[in-house]
């Protein structure tokens, strides 16, 4: 990264779907909606709407259809739907989305207990849904979970989260998010996922989903910009707490990966004061004070100019 000003990177909020699934409070359609176009406002382009999964299981994101039916069509904005599953596919398409994503894990453990099979049989399951998906027109996203640790089993070899990865890219999906479930991850280990995972897929094919339960968050997309990474999964306030570590920060903030990007001069096209505002309409409604270091300051430093 010798020459920031020439960068730019863009950023997936996922604090939608993959922020309020993990929640304690559960919100309505019409409140996910403001929030998403409170988000698209300030700039984002491509967003996390909602999930086509269990309602039983993910009460949550229960109203999705709702949700894509209400978002406005917006020019150079992209509402994308997490898909389990040829199901969740059909309703995605349904409701309108464009654009849905898929996920696998890098640990045979944590896909037996997230979706109830091995990671042969997840990856097999998603070739209907590529099929369906490309007729459709519709491009499709890989997620791959646990890249630099598991809950259950610890460490996960960067070999396997490149075979994964590029088992999806193989099959049509035309990014792979990376992604630190439990936040374990470090610098370092950033950095090895990432030389074994370009061996097999093009880096700008890839993209870095960094939890922030142990603070390495913005240490490791910082990693990841100097191996070429230009797309980062991040969650308004840090929406999205770590199920495994109670208490923890899940999702990184979008105000804190803002606020790196514009420390370093990287282009990324998002209004920071814009996002802290979004943060704080959600916040409010989820009764909970923001994850984002960057939001609380900014936040401290407006009442004080008051």
Not at 48 to 67: C, I, K, L, N, Y
Not at 116 to 133: G, T
Not at 185 to 212: I, S
């Amino acid at each position: 990264m010798n020459s920031h000003l020439e960068l730019s990177v863009r950023l997936v909020e996922v604090g939608a779907r993959d922020g309020l699934q993990n929640e304690k409070r559960t919100l309505a359609p019409a409140i996910r909606v403001e929030l998403l176009k409170k988000l698209a406002n300030a700039g984002l382009r491509t967003l996390e709407a909602g999930a086509f999964v269990s309602e039983r299981w993910v009460p949550h994101m229960a109203g999705s259809g709702d949700v894509f039916k209400a978002l406005p069509d917006l020019p150079d904005v992209t509402w994308t739907a997490l898909v389990p599953n040829a199901r969740g596919l059909e309703e995605a398409l349904a409701a309108g989305c464009r654009e849905v994503a898929v996920f696998a894990a890098a640990s045979e453990a944590f896909s037996q207990k997230n979706i109830n099979c091995s990671i042969a049989e997840s990856l097999e399951r998603f070739e209907a849904v590529m099929v369906r998906a490309r007729d459709a027109g519709v491009r499709v996203r890989g997620y791959v979970s646990c890249v630099m640790g598991c809950p259950f089993t610890g460490h996960v070899k960067p070999e396997t989260v490149a075979a994964v990865s590029a088992a999806l890219y193989g099959m049509g999906c035309y990014e792979i998010s990376l992604g630190d479930t439990i936040g374990t991850g470090t610098p370092a280990a950033t950095k090895a996922l990432l030389d074994a995972c370009t061996q097999v897929v093009p880096v700008n094919a890839l993209a870095g989903h960094f939890h922030d339960t142990y603070g390495m968050a913005i240490a490791n997309i910082h990693t990841a910009l100097g191996m070429g990474v230009r797309v980062f999964d991040s969650s308004v306030a840090g929406l999205g707490g770590c199920p495994y570590s109670p208490g923890a920060t899940g999702n990184v903030a979008t105000e804190d990966v803002l606020y790196l990007l514009n420390g370093l001069g990287i282009k990324h096209g998002v209004d920071l004061d814009a996002v802290v505002d979004a943060g704080e309409f959600i916040d409010a409604h989820l009764g909970r004070e923001t994850a984002s270091r960057v939001a609380r300051a900014l936040l401290a430093k407006r009442r004080r100019e008051a």
